[in-house]
């Protein structure tokens, strides 16, 4: 019984909305920002990919910065075990995550196609998204894409067994399953500090239907560092004091309105983007050694 509720447990953690065809591809980019991009759909077998290709491209016993430090996503979905077999791993070795967005409105068609197209997408037109199971490797980013005016394509549903699975079982059974299916998506889903509320979110919305994420739930919930590490960076390399962190905000919102700013106002804000500086190299710096440590446990040394 154990490995039948298995088997159908398993089953009930495949998107059926794309062909697995050979699962998805995953390959080293030469788009400036993006390290890895796993494009397709998801199945079993996708984790050895990736797990591989870091391998690969990252073949000496210490981490440098020339090694993979962030995964792209354009996948319509898959296989949840597989998906969270990546995120996993991703989160151990302190990986960033990237997420499709829309292009803006107003850009021209072939301007569109050439942003879209700088990836060297397959099947753009599938997989320019990423949904379904692909939501459990965004989240699994210590850094996820930051935040932005655009909408991020990220959606999510209910896992759910196919007309061919659910045929052979029982009405106990399925009551199994489902059980199970949510008690390990919550579990992974806190592991990996999302708000659970996006469980109860996911478990509402039809199997063939997709909850789009909006701009305002990307910006509270995922964007940018994981709100664990966010502290202690501000804390270890955040050097501006309290009268200069307000001046930002300020600053901030008369860009915000279209203000020009005095002379006396550029004079600091110049300042302030030098300590700005400081700090972002401060937060890479810390980052990389996040990654090292990292890499030096994934290696067992």
Same mark, same amino acid.
């Given at each position: 019984? %154990?490995?039948?509720?298995?088997?159908?447990?398993?089953?009930?953690?495949?998107?059926?909305?794309?062909?697995?065809?050979? @699962?998805?591809?995953?390959?080293?980019? !030469?788009?400036?920002?993006?390290?890895?991009?796993?494009?397709?759909?998801?199945? $079993?077998?996708?984790?050895?990919?990736?797990?591989?290709?870091?391998?690969?491209?990252?073949?000496?016993?210490?981490?440098?910065? *020339?090694?993979?430090?962030? #995964?792209? &996503?354009?996948?319509?979905?898959?296989?949840?075990?597989?998906?969270?077999?990546?995120?996993?791993?991703?989160?151990?070795?302190?990986?960033?995550?990237?997420?499709?967005?829309?292009?803006?409105?107003?850009?021209? +068609?072939?301007?569109?196609?050439?942003?879209?197209?700088?990836?060297?997408?397959?099947?753009?037109?599938?997989?320019? #998204?990423?949904? *379904?199971?692909?939501?459990?490797?965004?989240?699994?980013?210590?850094?996820?894409?930051? $935040?932005?005016?655009?909408?991020?394509?990220?959606?999510?549903?209910?896992?759910?067994?196919?007309?061919?699975?659910?045929?052979? #079982?029982?009405?106990?059974?399925?009551? *199994?399953?489902?059980?199970?299916?949510?008690?390990?998506?919550? +579990?992974?889903?806190?592991?990996?500090?999302?708000? &659970?509320?996006?469980? /109860?979110?996911?478990?509402? =919305?039809?199997?063939?239907?997709?909850?789009?994420?909006? =701009?305002?739930?990307?910006?509270?919930?995922? +964007?940018?560092?994981?709100?664990?590490?966010?502290?202690?960076? *501000?804390?270890?390399?955040?050097?501006?004091?309290?009268?200069?962190?307000?001046?930002? !905000?300020?600053? /901030?919102?008369?860009?915000?309105? /279209?203000?020009?700013?005095?002379?006396?106002?550029?004079?600091?804000? %110049?300042? &302030? @983007?030098?300590?700005?500086?400081? %700090?972002?190299?401060?937060?890479?710096?810390?980052?990389?050694?996040? %990654?090292? !440590?990292?890499?030096?446990?994934?290696? @067992?040394?």
């Amino acid at each position: 019984m %154990r490995g039948l509720t298995f088997r159908f447990l398993a089953a009930a953690w495949l998107a059926c909305s794309a062909s697995a065809g050979n @699962g998805a591809v995953v390959k080293i980019s !030469d788009h400036p920002g993006y390290s890895i991009i796993l494009e397709g759909t998801i199945v $079993p077998g996708d984790y050895d990919k990736v797990r591989k290709l870091m391998d690969e491209n990252c073949p000496s016993k210490s981490w440098s910065t *020339s090694c993979p430090s962030e #995964l792209y &996503l354009a996948s319509p979905g898959g296989s949840v075990i597989e998906a969270i077999k990546i995120g996993r791993l991703v989160r151990a070795l302190r990986l960033g995550t990237q997420v499709p967005f829309d292009v803006p409105e107003g850009v021209p +068609a072939d301007l569109r196609q050439k942003i879209i197209g700088s990836l060297k997408l397959q099947d753009p037109k599938v997989n320019y #998204l990423c949904a *379904s199971a692909c939501f459990f490797i965004a989240v699994a980013g210590i850094e996820r894409s930051p $935040p932005s005016f655009e909408k991020p394509i990220l959606g999510i549903h209910r896992p759910f067994l196919t007309d061919v699975d659910l045929r052979p #079982l029982s009405a106990n059974q399925v009551i *199994s399953s489902a059980t199970q299916v949510r008690t390990i998506v919550e +579990a992974y889903l806190k592991e990996m500090g999302v708000p &659970l509320k996006y469980a /109860d979110l996911m478990f509402s =919305i039809l199997k063939d239907q997709v909850r789009w994420i909006t =701009i305002a739930e990307y910006e509270a919930d995922f +964007a940018g560092i994981v709100s664990e590490l966010k502290d202690w960076l *501000s804390a270890r390399c955040d050097e501006r004091t309290e009268i200069e962190k307000r001046l930002d !905000d300020l600053f /901030d919102a008369k860009i915000m309105r /279209d203000e020009k700013f005095s002379l006396e106002e550029e004079v600091m804000r %110049r300042a &302030l @983007g030098e300590k700005l500086n400081v %700090r972002v190299r401060c937060e890479e710096s810390l980052k990389d050694k996040m %990654r090292e !440590d990292a890499w030096k446990v994934y290696r @067992g040394l």
